[in-house]
Nanobody
Framework: VQLQASGGGLVQAGGSLRLSCAASGRTVSGYAKGWFRQAPGKEREFVAGISWNSGSTVYADSVKGRFTISRDVAKNTVYLQMNNLKPEDTAVYYC????????????????WGQGTQVTVSS
C-alpha cells in the first residue's frame, strides 16, 4: 500500500497550490482519506478529510473557506486545493487513509504518505 503525495512548493502569501495524493493497493481503494500538516517544532495537525463513498468533507477551522479537499475515485487520488495561503500554512503536508473518516480525522490512520513541503513566504 502506498500513498504518494506531490504538489508542494514555494509560494507567496495569497497564492495557491494544489496537492495530490495517489493511492495504490486495493486495500485503500475505498478508504476515507485526509491531509495533515506538521510545521517545525509543532505537532502534526489535521487539515481536511473526505469520505470516499459519499464525498462528505470535514475541515480544520484554520483552513475553512481557503482549502478544499476533493477526490477522483477513478484515479484513486485525493486533492487539496489551497488558496489564499498564509505564512502560517508553511509545513510538511501528509496524506492519510483509513477505513473510516473518523479514524482519519483522529490521526489514527494506518496508512500515511511520505509528505510534501509547502512553504509560504510573506
Amino acid at each position: 500500500v502506498q500513498l504518494q503525495a506531490s504538489g508542494g512548493g514555494l509560494v507567496q502569501a495569497g497564492g495557491s497550490l494544489r496537492l495530490s495524493c495517489a493511492a495504490s493497493g486495493r486495500t485503500v481503494s475505498g478508504y476515507a482519506k485526509g491531509w495533515f500538516r506538521q510545521a517545525p517544532g509543532k505537532e502534526r495537525e489535521f487539515v481536511a478529510g473526505i469520505s470516499w463513498n459519499s464525498g462528505s468533507t470535514v475541515y480544520a477551522d484554520s483552513v475553512k473557506g481557503r482549502f478544499t479537499i476533493s477526490r477522483d475515485v477513478a484515479k484513486n487520488t485525493v486533492y487539496l486545493q489551497m488558496n489564499n495561503l498564509k505564512p502560517e500554512d508553511t509545513a510538511v503536508y501528509y496524506c492519510a487513509a483509513d477505513s473510516t473518516l473518523r479514524t482519519v480525522v483522529a490521526g489514527k490512520s494506518d496508512h500515511w504518505g511520505q509528505g510534501t513541503q509547502v512553504t509560504v513566504s510573506s
